[in-house]
């Protein structure tokens, strides 16, 4: 299975909105709604951000909102932040029964 | 609220195998359907999914690691392992394992990872 096409890096000032594209098959993205989005900076584990394509966990703040178009998943962070530059991965479940992440975007604040 | 641990030998030397572990804290592995996983990240590289096993011991493993994967669980010890057999230096990662509810497909709950090298 191939890993899930994401940009390598966005980037934005602080208060601006940003949007991470998250590009798979048929087979994953496109076949169901089990798209996931997790933060991990520098040094520590991922975190869950959304799940389900638009569903936010508990305690992840709103302003991170998640969509799907076909077979492209995107993540947007509104109101940038300082605190919000981190290494972002999106991850589908598969028609496999099996999971693949995406090659990951590093999101930099200006 | 679960908290994940892993460990296991940082070095491993090429062909050999690594082993890890997966201590669960904070309630117990048994009869909850719940999936365990293990993913991996090379060194400044992407997240690899490696495989997932079901509180029952089912498991789905990684296409292209399968022929060399095991994952299995003892929930009496609130533990799940990790075999990867005939590692390279390709095989050089922080391994983290996860969890994942059984009725929905993302992964909620992370260990910190640990870091294995494999080199001579």
């Known amino acids: 299975q191939s890993a899930l096409t994401q940009p390598p890096s966005v980037s934005g000032s602080p208060g601006q909105s940003v949007t991470i594209s998250c590009t798979g098959t048929?087979?994953?993205?496109?076949?169901?709604?089990?798209v996931s989005w997790y933060r991990q900076p520098p040094g520590t584990a991922p975190k869950l951000m959304i799940y389900?394509?638009?569903y936010r966990p508990s305690g992840v703040p709103p302003r991170f909102s998640g969509s799907k178009s076909g077979n492209t998943a995107s993540l947007t962070i509104s109101g940038l932040q300082a605190e919000d530059e981190a290494d972002y991965y999106c991850s589908s479940y598969t028609s496999s029964n099996t999971h693949v992440f995406g090659t990951g975007t590093k999101v930099t604040v200006l | 609220q679960m908290q994940l641990q892993e460990s296991g030998p940082g070095l491993v030397k090429p062909s050999e195998t690594l082993s890890l572990t997966c201590t669960v804290s904070g309630g117990s592995m048994s009869n909850i359907p719940y999936y365990w996983g293990w993913i991996r990240q090379s060194p400044g590289k992407g997240l690899e999914w490696i495989g997932t096993?079901?509180?029952?011991?089912?498991?789905d493993y990684n296409p292209s690691l399968k022929s060399r994967v095991t994952i299995s669980v003892e929930t009496s010890k609130n533990q799940f392992s990790l075999s990867l057999t005939s590692v390279t230096a390709a095989d050089s990662a922080v391994y983290y394992c996860a969890r994942r509810s059984g009725d929905y497909y993302h992964f909620s709950s992370w260990g910190q990872g640990t870091l294995v090298t494999v080199s001579s």
């Open positions: 389900d394509v638009t």
């Open positions: 096993i079901f509180y029952t011991g089912s498991t």
């Open positions: 048929s087979s994953d993205v496109g076949s169901y709604s089990r």
